[in-house]
């Protein structure tokens, strides 16, 4: 049992340059979250879903997109990396809101 | 606005000591409140969590105490061990936001042999 996976593990990127963080959960979750985490500011949620096909912002959405197709998936996108975008990145799924959120091993972005 | 503040920002205990880690929040609509634990390279793991309607919650050597009157609750790791070391966050949610979960900044416990 997987849990929840992300993919890719590590990035480096240019500025100005796009890319897709893919999240799956195999748990079949309803809620699924993606969030950044900066020292000092502990995690802070860009998007969230609260099922397939659902979308909505978090406290920190500006420069980010995400898509819900399929209810096991929450794909994360930079459209146009900043330096400012350099954060490590966890996905997280929840069987419903205010529950226990099962997080992946994160994502560490580096935009150069 | 930070809606869930932390606090230390850092903890060094002696092996068998006491931890003690400290959350306010300011919406007290909140009604879910966990601590994750995450170790270095990890995503943060549940430890423990409480709902308002209980003023304290223990789980083997951890305990939650919840003040809901002063808006602040607080974990408390008894006979703390080095293998405990880790980052902790508090968090707050609840539907009137969507469900979101509020995360504390951390504090990055050390407990030393």
């Known amino acids: 049992n997987a849990g929840v996976t992300q993919t890719p593990k590590f990035r480096v990127l240019k500025t100005g340059q796009s890319m897709t963080l893919l999240c799956a959960q195999d748990m079949n979750h309803e809620y699924m979250y993606w969030y950044r985490q900066d020292p000092g500011m502990g995690l802070r949620l860009i998007h969230y879903?609260?099922?397939?096909?659902?979308?909505a912002k978090g406290e920190v959405p500006d420069g980010y997109n995400v898509s819900r197709l399929k209810k096991q998936n929450f794909l994360l996108g930079l459209e146009s990396a900043a330096p400012s975008q350099t954060s490590v990145y966890f996905c997280a799924s929840s069987w419903v809101g205010n529950t226990e959120a099962f997080f992946g091993q994160g994502t560490r972005l580096t935009v150069v | 606005q930070q809606q869930v503040k932390q606090s230390p920002q850092s903890l060094i205990v002696q092996k068998g000591g006491i931890s003690i880690i400290n959350c306010a929040y300011e919406n007290t609509a909140f009604d879910y409140f966990p601590w994750y634990q995450q170790f270095p390279g990890k995503g943060p793991a549940l430890l423990i969590a409480i709902r308002p309607d209980v003023s304290e919650k223990k789980e083997g050597r951890f305990t939650i105490s919840f003040n809901k009157s002063a808006k602040q609750f607080s974990l408390h790791i008894m006979d703390s061990q080095p293998g405990d070391s880790a980052t902790y966050f508090c968090a707050a949610s609840c539907m009137e936001t969507g469900n979101q979960f509020y995360f504390g900044t951390g504090t990055s416990l050390t407990v030393i042999p």
């Open positions: 879903s609260v099922g397939e096909g659902t979308t």
